[in-house]
């Protein structure tokens, strides 16, 4: 089993920039890839962005250049980094692992194995 936490969410004004961070607990090999993605009221939940334990990320296109994902030292946190937040990025955040490598990164929900329980990102104007 993999424990996700997710951390970082928060209340935000337009333009500016949040972190989030997620730190995985549990069988360190099971996260070879981690990602985040979104969910808010009413909507599906949407990818965002991944990055494999070895190299590469993938990002949902229209967020290239505004988000980044990154991964620590270690492997087992994975952080999001937020910049010119708009009204539309408000929802629900979750962390998302899985257990093998996997080339092409999946975008799907159905790609992972385990996820945090979500942390909310709220932006005001």
């Known amino acids: 089993q993999v424990q996700l936490v997710e951390s970082g969410g928060g209340l935000v004004q337009v333009g500016n920039s949040l972190r989030l961070s997620c730190a995985a607990s549990?069988?360190?090999?099971?996260?070879?890839?981690m990602g985040w993605f979104r969910q808010a009221p009413g909507k599906e939940r949407e990818f965002l962005a991944a990055?494999?334990?070895?190299?590469?990320?993938s990002y949902k296109d229209s967020l290239k250049g505004r988000f980044t994902i990154s991964r620590g030292n270690a492997g087992n946190t994975v952080y999001l980094q937020m910049n010119s937040l708009k009204l539309e990025d408000t929802a629900v955040y979750y962390c998302a692992a899985r257990t093998y490598d996997a080339n092409p990164i999946p975008t799907t929900t159905t790609g992972y194995d385990y996820w945090g329980q979500g942390t909310q990102v709220t932006v005001s104007s």
């Open positions: 990055i494999r334990r070895i190299a590469g990320t």
């Open positions: 549990g069988r360190a090999a099971s996260n070879d890839v």
